[in-house]
């Protein structure tokens, strides 16, 4: 038998939900759910996120009605079957490709950090398509054989926390590390074999926890500091609830660096570039010659030959390419 949920109902114009119960249903009397209001009116904004904060999650919204579950009840929730459990974080393993499997090379593991949601899912109802974004699903076609390839979603809040702790997952960060690990001993993958990945708020996550636990990194226009996008109306639905600036934690953690690390990144994405120039010389900084990037959002789609490039050449045993420190130009 399933589990039995309990639910707490009530309403925007007399809302009193009960945090007691398994799941709140909130009726906005229209189509749209609570999250949409939320960024158009400031009592529908007070509401979602305070529902947030007690760790709900909105996972639906039909019939008028936003559907939010507590986090740790997920398990309980999910229908798909590709969903593994460390602690209170999910992740999937790709299925491996025909042809691409050797006896003869060790196997990798490539971890990859689910980015920001496609504008037209970007303020979707549906939990998997803010927090488990479909990512570059064809890569292993474009990559050296024997990689096992490992997603991580980011399961928290309203569209993730960037894979870092907040004050209602207080161990994250834990989690990622003891999943990451138990991949690579079932697959007896050795850690300078272990490549992280990440565009966007994915690349923070490539970025911070291949700098606190030293695997190698490639992140693309990784998000260090949520300050522009907590003074855009918080965008992302994390001010008061996760700490804003990462860059002197990850330059901390950077001092006992000895993996390679790759960021990529362009001028013209002004505060983002700003952040990536304050990393310290551990991190081999790829900054991309294109005027047509001129957003956030643009960088990854215009560089996926220079992204393929580093993951191959990170995931290789054949190719050995040694850099300096200094700043790439491509």
């Known amino acids: 038998m399933g589990h039995e949920f309990t639910v707490s109902e009530t309403n925007i114009l007399d809302f009193k939900p009960d945090y007691t119960k398994d799941k709140l249903f909130i009726n906005t009397f229209q189509n749209k759910s ?57 992740y999937s393993i790709d299925e491996q490709i025909e042809n691409k499997e050797t006896i003869l090379q060790r196997k990798k593991l490539l971890v990859i950090f689910s980015c920001m949601p496609r504008p037209e899912d970007y303020d979707s109802s549906l939990t998997a398509d803010r927090c488990f974004t479909p990512f570059f699903k064809s890569i292993a076609r474009s ?10 979603m980011d399961l928290n809040l309203s569209h993730g926390s960037h894979y870092i702790n907040t004050y209602n997952y207080p161990n994250m960060e834990d989690d990622v590390k003891a999943a990451i690990e138990i991949v690579s001993s079932q697959y007896n993958i050795e850690k300078e074999d272990i490549l992280l990945y990440g565009v966007s708020k994915g690349g923070t996550g490539a970025l911070y926890h291949g700098s606190k636990n030293d695997y190698k990194v490639v992140a693309v226009d990784p998000i260090i500091s949520l300050e522009e996008y907590n003074d855009n109306n918080d ?9 804003v600036d990462l860059i002197e934690d990850i330059n901390s953690f950077l001092l006992e660096s000895k993996q390679t690390k790759f960021v990529i990144g362009n001028e013209n994405v002004k505060f983002n570039y700003k952040k990536i120039m304050e990393l ?30 580093l993951l191959n050449m990170l995931l290789s045993e054949t190719i050995n390419v040694t850099f300096g420190k200094e700043l790439m130009l491509l």
């Open 34 to 90: 609570l999250l949409n209001l939320a960024r158009e009116y400031e009592n529908a904004y007070k509401m979602y996120k305070e529902i947030i904060s007690k760790d709900y999650i909105l996972y639906y919204h039909d019939k008028n009605n936003s559907r939010f579950c507590k986090r740790g009840l997920f398990e309980k929730l999910w229908v798909r079957k590709d969903l593994i459990k460390q602690g209170e974080l999910f």
């Open 143 to 152: 990559l050296v054989k024997d990689v096992i390839i490992m997603r991580i």
């Open 235 to 243: 965008e992302h639905f994390l001010v008061g609830l996760r700490k």
């Open 280 to 309: 310290n010389d551990k991190v081999e900084k790829v900054i991309l010659k294109d005027e047509k990037i001129t957003h956030h959002n643009e960088v990854s789609r215009n560089c996926v030959p220079e992204q393929l490039t």
